[in-house]
């Protein structure tokens, strides 16, 4: 370690930690709306005008690294947790992530713990584990989304660790935490590594968050919450794939809401959307988890669900039955088409075009009713008002 240039180390490890903070701050600045880069660099800055003042030990003012640098590196160590907590969604609790500081400063006050470095260590590290913790149980409740959150956290228990040795195995004399020291030297490159792999992390959730979030956008319908017609594609694809190599049969619901323009024109369209929202939720109702359903048109619906044809048709007129129930006065009413595999195979565009041949001839036939394409090439009548 006495090879080591200290200062130009410390130099090096500053900037460093000053760059990242910068090009998180630039980050959110950007966007404006995502305010996890703005804590995260704010921690930045914090652990960098940190670091300087926990070099200034032995000029003689001693009170400056050892009240001043240690309470900002707590408030560092405290926006961590608040970082962490506005990326899943919560507010930071601005008394706690300060109260750490605060603490120091009062025990500061009692010149046993500020005249004992194996206290004062001893009584950081607890502050930095518990900060840490709450940070990592942060993104433990952010756990279903599919971003670098097993990677944050394995960084901080890292962070968490090192802090733990330090404590109990580190030089614990008078010069322990000396600028010349090993315990120093290592605390700073522990500590750039730290920075810059949270700076990195944190982007990286943030970046995979959002490209969730466009993608969810890309494939979800707006009104109604479920699957748009793309969406409704893929899984289905997926599905009739997993049904072919089972050889299980499948069949595809076409579902079109009767005088859904009239109902606009009449009811007005703020109407006309809570229709809509009000089918979809019950269809949702009514379906496994496993089934796919959709909105592939204005107010056409589609579902795909694993089984016979007979087990297709009673779900359609449950589907119309309660509809049309439920809508009362309204007199509101659906036409479902019906198309299973052992005729058209497990082909989606095929089947599509059998369920809207059904679909159609269910509209020609008076509305209000389930029509299930033949294996004779006729729409077979099902189910009616």
């Not at 670091?51 to 001043?68: E, K, M, S, T, Y």
């Amino acid at each position: 370690m006495s090879q080591l240039h200290i200062p130009s180390l410390l130099l090096a490890n500053v900037s460093v930690v000053f760059f990242c903070a910068a090009l998180m701050l630039y980050s959110w600045w950007r966007g404006r709306h995502e305010r996890t880069l703005l804590w995260a660099s704010v921690m930045l800055f914090l652990e960098g005008a940190g670091l300087i003042l926990n070099a200034l030990r032995g000029l003689g003012f001693d009170w400056v690294p050892i009240v001043v640098g240690n309470v900002v590196l707590l408030l560092c160590i405290g926006m961590t947790w608040a970082a962490m907590r506005t990326f899943c969604g919560r507010e930071p609790r601005w008394w706690l992530v300060t109260l750490g500081a605060w603490g120091w400063l009062l025990l500061c006050l009692w010149p046993a713990f500020y005249g004992d470095i194996r206290w004062r260590v001893t009584a950081f590290t607890l502050l930095l584990v518990a900060y840490m913790l709450a940070a990592m149980h942060e993104l433990w409740r952010a756990r279903g989304q599919q971003v670098s959150i097993l990677a944050a956290q394995l960084l901080m228990g890292g962070h968490v660790l090192f802090h733990i040795l330090r404590m109990l195995f580190g030089t614990w004399g008078n010069n322990g935490s000396a600028p010349y020291s090993p315990m120093f030297v290592a605390l700073l490159i522990e500590s750039v590594l730290y920075a810059v792999g949270m700076a990195f992390l944190v982007l990286s959730m943030v970046k995979e968050r959002a490209e969730q979030q466009y993608r969810v956008a890309a494939y979800s319908d707006p009104l109604t919450g479920i699957g748009n017609r793309r969406a409704f594609l893929s899984a289905g694809e997926h599905l009739l794939r997993l049904c072919a190599e089972q050889r299980q049969p499948v069949a595809l619901l076409l579902c079109d809401l009767d005088h859904f323009k009239a109902i606009n024109d009449r009811l007005g369209h703020a109407e006309g959307d809570r229709v809509l929202q009000a089918f979809s939720a019950g269809v949702v109702d009514r379906l496994r988890k496993t089934d796919v359903f959709g909105r592939i048109g204005g107010e056409e619906f589609a579902c795909l669900v694993a089984g016979s044809q007979a087990e297709a048709l009673a779900l359609a007129e449950r589907i119309r039955r309660e509809f049309a129930e439920a809508s009362g006065s309204c007199a509101q009413s659906v036409s479902i088409g019906v198309a299973s595999s052992t005729v058209g195979g497990y082909d989606l565009p095929r089947l599509l075009s059998l369920a809207d041949q059904a679909l159609y001839a269910a509209k020609r036939s008076g509305r209000n009713q389930v029509l299930a394409f033949g294996a004779d090439g006729e729409p077979l009548a099902a189910y009616s008002r």
